[in-house]
């Protein structure tokens, strides 16, 4: 007879994604009961297959059937009872890929994101809301949400589905959870790499693009300049980050941004990888203006992926505080990323 598990104390929606799988191992390793929310019954089982293999006990681990574009996250009365005992909630759900129409992002990245916070103002053991935002986003001191009509549109137009429903999902849990009295933390990673030790991936989007491109031979010249700056994490880094939040943000809101301040300029980091993997760098730089104007067949850019470039750095100071009181520090930036480069030729970048 198979043991129940315990009342789970923590719930992780996105629970079979690239960061949430990591993050339900890093808890389980911890000894923390968790509940994780996947799509179907299907994905329970390969989270649970994952997991094992990885080298964790689940049997601390509950899984629910959830769908975030619903309200009441689609569960059912059973297994919203379930989670009664629910003190922290992440949100790591999102649909994350480019070229998405606006009626793809929106539900998930949007809604979901209300759908995830409302949600957690009925739990009455709430400790904290973790919503897991995007790069570059949440930086505006006074998030406005709702938006106009023509503004929101024109915000799809400029930025690409995914980017804005990120930046409107942000807005969202901001201006809503001080309404609902939802302790809130957002946290805002830089480029997720692979383990820092194994280089395991399983997101093959944003920089990894990049180095498929470097791999094989189509980047003859860098977007960017000099000093264009694309921070990475590795994902190891981020679930341990991610699962010490509750444990140490008090105050009503919080917001961090995560990311290796060792990081390269992008153009030194390519330089390494082409190195590590014994192929031909880049032979110069293309401005990102001169890269939007040209055809993406030539380019082999998708045209949301360049908003990424820039020379800007980043405030991590509240995430770096935060990191010492959990005794938390970032794994070496250099071996971390040839051992995620090789992983990803290993696996083929994600094509087979």
């Keep these: 007879m198979t043991a129940t598990p315990p009342p ?14 990591w993050l339900v191992l890093e808890l389980l390793t911890r000894a923390e ?10 994905r329970a089982t390969d989270l649970r297959h994952w997991l094992r293999e990885h080298g964790a006990d689940t049997a601390p681990l509950t899984t629910v059937t959830a769908d975030l574009t619903r309200p009441g996250l689609g569960l059912t009365p059973d297994d919203d009872a379930r989670l009664t005992e629910v003190r922290d ?6 649909r994350y890929d480019f070229g998405l129409t606006r009626a793809q992002a929106e539900p998930p990245n949007v809604l979901g994101a ?15 809301l973790v919503h897991l935002s995007g790069y570059r986003v949440g930086r505006d001191p006074d998030p406005r949400y709702p938006l106009d009509a023509t503004t929101t ?20 849990v901001r201006v809503t959870a001080p309404r609902l009295g939802v302790p809130l933390t957002t946290v805002n ?31 003859p010249l860098l977007p960017g300049n000099r000093r264009t700056f694309l921070p990475v994490v590795t994902v190891d880094h981020l679930a341990r980050f991610l699962a010490a939040v509750p444990t140490h943000d008090r105050a009503p809101a919080a917001a961090h941004t995560v990311l290796d301040p060792a990081t390269p300029v992008l153009p030194d980091l390519i330089s ?32 949301e992926t360049l908003t990424f470039l820039s020379e800007d750095r980043y405030d991590t100071s509240s995430a770096d505080h935060l990191s010492a009181a959990a005794g ?9 990323l040839r051992h995620w480069s090789t992983r990803l030729v290993r696996d083929a970048f994600g094509d087979h």
């Design 33 to 42: 009961p968790v509940a994780a929310a996947v799509r179907d019954a299907r």
């Design 189 to 219: 990673p830089s480029s997720v790499i692979g383990h820092s030790r194994t280089g395991e991936a399983g997101q093959y989007l944003g920089l990894a693009q990049l180095v498929r491109q470097l791999h094989r031979g189509r980047l």
């Design 328 to 336: 938390i520090t970032h794994p070496p930036v250099i071996p971390a």
């Design 153 to 172: 549109a024109d915000l799809y137009t400029r930025l690409g589905a995914y980017e804005a429903s990120k930046r409107l999902g942000d807005a969202a």
């Design 114 to 128: 209300l759908h995830a916070l409302r949600w957690s103002a009925t739990r009455p053991r709430l400790r904290r």
């Design 89 to 94: 909630v992440h949100n790591l759900a999102a």
């Design 272 to 303: 390494l990888l082409a190195t590590h993997l014994g192929v031909r760098p880049p032979r110069g730089r293309i401005p990102v203006p001169v890269v939007r104007r040209l055809p993406r067949a030539l380019t082999g850019a998708d045209p």
């Design 8 to 21: 789970p104390r923590t719930l992780v929606l996105g629970a079979n994604g690239f960061l949430g799988r």
